[in-house]
């Protein structure tokens, strides 16, 4: 649970000052094809793979991207194992999310605005290769046995620099590969690509550091790198279109986003999601006051989620033929307050694990609507910087809503914490969906920043 008229039209590659489409560049204003009214319905439910049959560019990219995911939480898992043996302290293990948090915070934005100033091919290929480098950093102090913490928070530090800095760049990408009738089924693809990463990657992980050491998880993200490199290398050159002249400003993007109300209700819809209704904090609690569980009970709650979008993801084929996308994102964003707040009032450890599972479907599905409305009614000159305010609301969103459900559950208990921040979520909505009724017209047929 990752706006108004615009001066100017956003830039069209079928437009006369931009290049002439190709298969690097495809035409936005393409027709959308007819759905084949021959193919079966249970196949039309399936993820649309056209975005991965039909444009090799964005197949290297959609794949180098889904094998370094998982390589990227192989190293996750292998850096919090590394950091508890070391010390055998919760608290300092804990303190890898904040040295990954602060870079992301920190770099996200003006990531952003690099993205929208050089060649964010380039910029890919940097950021790719970085990351390889501090994998490969990782498994030589792992392979030399330093066991210091100090090189292992320098080193995620680091890697969440280069994540923040080349991600913007990656994502703006996207809609110079992909048509815009194909947009939301390839953002459903990378959301596939993404929860396996978030649910193989761990559990790989796990089993290769218990087997051969978490060198191992090193020097499988290493090399899986190669695969993003490849993809980078092999597209064209990806400057940024339009006519502007100068550097990019992290406060030019600031203002377009506060100018354009489409894309600012869509971010707020999403801060919604996370600082109300993202109770993961209370997990520990639940499981031993809702479900007198442990651990193992804590792994399930976390998972659950993910499990939901995947599959949320893989069932993705109507998204194509949904042209109310505002309507589409508060109505998933209000699903998955409801199946949170109802978690929270309903004991049963299995209801529950659906609940969540039915929660990150929503968020798939809201995730989906966003990225693509993000993508085409922004002007590519701006989409780095869109996506670098992005990275910032989904690294510190989740955090705020740690601490709203630990205060609630503090001053309450967590039941009454899960309850009310799940129907807080569904007010917020209503809220949006009152002072912003344009946004549920968005049409994306006709898109509107």
Not at 25 to 37: G, V
Not at 179 to 206: I, K
Not at 432 to 442: D, E, G, K, Q, V
């Amino acid at each position: 649970m990752s706006n108004g008229q615009h001066s100017t039209p956003p830039p069209s590659p079928a437009s006369p000052s931009s290049p002439a489409p190709s298969s690097s560049s495809p035409s936005q204003s393409a027709a959308e094809p007819e759905p084949d009214p021959d193919t079966p319905w249970y196949r039309r439910a399936f993820a649309d793979l056209s975005p991965l049959r039909d444009l090799p560019d964005y197949r290297r990219v959609w794949a180098g991207q889904a094998v370094s995911s998982i390589g990227q939480q192989m190293t996750a898992v292998a850096v919090a194992v590394q950091v508890y043996d070391l010390t055998g302290s919760a608290f300092a293990t804990g303190l890898v999310g904040i040295f990954s948090l602060v870079p992301l915070v920190a770099f996200g934005l003006y990531g952003g605005a690099i993205a929208d100033t050089v060649d964010r091919r380039k910029l890919g290929l940097i950021g790719s290769a970085g990351l390889a480098v501090v994998s490969a950093v990782l498994a030589a102090q792992a392979l030399a046995g330093l066991g210091l913490v100090a090189v292992l928070y320098a080193a995620v530090a680091v890697q969440a620099g280069f994540f923040a800095v080349s991600s913007p760049a990656r994502s703006a990408m996207i809609p110079r590969l992909v048509p815009s009738h194909q947009l939301p089924a390839a953002n459903a693809l990378n959301t596939v690509s993404m929860n396996l990463g978030l649910t193989v990657g761990p559990m790989l992980g796990g089993v290769l550091i218990g087997t051969y050491g978490a060198q191992a998880a090193y020097l499988i993200d290493t090399v899986a790198f190669t695969g993003t490199l490849y993809a980078m290398w092999r597209l064209p050159a990806m400057r940024p279109l339009g006519d502007r002249k100068g550097r990019a400003s992290v406060l030019d993007g600031l203002r377009f986003l506060r100018e354009q109300p489409n894309l600012r209700t869509s971010f707020l819809a999403d801060l919604a999601a996370m600082v109300f209704g993202m109770p993961r904090a209370l997990f520990p609690a639940i499981a031993v006051t809702f479900y007198g569980g442990d651990a193992g009970t804590v792994g399930l709650l976390v998972s659950a989620p993910a499990v939901g979008a995947l599959i949320g993801a893989l069932f993705s084929g109507w998204v194509s033929r949904v042209h109310r996308q505002g309507v589409a994102v508060l109505t998933a964003v209000a699903a998955w307050g409801l199946a949170i707040a109802a978690f929270g009032a309903l004991h049963n450890l299995w209801l529950g694990l659906l609940l969540l599972a039915v929660a990150g479907c929503a968020d798939t599905v809201s995730m989906i609507f966003r990225n693509t409305m993000m993508q085409v009614a922004a002007p590519d000159e701006m989409r780095g910087r869109l996506q670098g305010i992005f990275i910032v609301v989904v690294a510190g969103g989740p955090r705020l809503g740690d601490f709203e459900s630990g205060t609630v559950a503090a001053l309450t208990n967590p039941a009454t914490s899960v309850i009310t921040g799940g129907l807080a979520c569904v007010a917020a909505v209503l809220l949006l969906a009152a002072r912003r009724p344009a946004f549920l017209t968005y049409d994306a047929r006709h898109p509107t920043p």
